[in-house]
């Protein structure tokens, strides 16, 4: 049975009007001063917000996003990390946090905790994860404020946000709601197919004067363990040209590694579980400049 969402109207997507009990973003505008307060001593206590995104799906932009939120907590800094991707979100899985409630506290909804790391997903809020939300840009703009607005992140050095793929309304949403982004890093596979979008993204940040921190080359190069040969089996060098080319840094190359295959399909952080392997070392040496540039 659907129901009627007297605050948009919108009862074929609204999910007030699909589920008994949720929230239509749009309802959420009417205190709007006192929530862009709220919104404001959030963002205070936030040091640097971190952008991750990619022109394109599928090159690992959520497993970076994941580890590098994951190699910034075991430098000791207090770390959220915030998933954005509102109609495919990875995290939860990722990360083996999937079928957790949220909770709340007087200062809002509690951030998922893992070891020390504070994690937000609309994962968490789906009651399956095979529900699609079929969302427009107002919609998601509403939830992600609510996710900056809602959430008692508490004190942070890094926000990471795992945006979608793309440059639509959710990166848009949040580097405008954000305000003052820290930088954007960018994940890209090295293939000519994917160099070109990512250069869209570039463009992007350009377009909002954030600044780009840098780039990843992702799934650069496959050692087989066997006889150790090397096999640059999406190519290898194209974001590290392509930065070059459009004066952006270039943060490292992350190998194609099996064992990151089983991580995530396990949810077991890879930077925790092979600290030692090559991927693991390129993880945290992404991650080095990083800390250093902010
Ligand atoms: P995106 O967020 O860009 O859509 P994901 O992070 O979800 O991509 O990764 C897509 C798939 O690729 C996942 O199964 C992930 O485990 C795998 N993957 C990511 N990086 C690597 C890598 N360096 N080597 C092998 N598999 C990888």
Redesign the pocket.
Known sequence: MTNSCSSCGDNSTCPSAQQPGAACPSAQQAPARDEEQVLKNRLKQIKKKILVL?GK???????VAANLALALEKTGRQVGLLDIDIHGP?IPKLLNLENRQLVSSEDGIEPMPLGGLKVMSIGFLLKDPDDALIWRGPMKHGVIKQFLTDVAWGELDFLIVDAP?GTGDEPLAVAQLLGDVDGAII?TTPQDLAITDVRKSITFCHKLNMPVLGVIE??SGFVCPDCGARHDIFKSGGGETMAERLHVPFLGR?????E??RS?DSGVPHVHTHAEGA?AQAFMQAVRPIIEML
């Open positions: 990619s799906g599928g090159v690992g932009k959520s497993t990875s793929p994940v992702n799934m992350i190998p194609i590694d099996p990151i295959v995530s991927s």
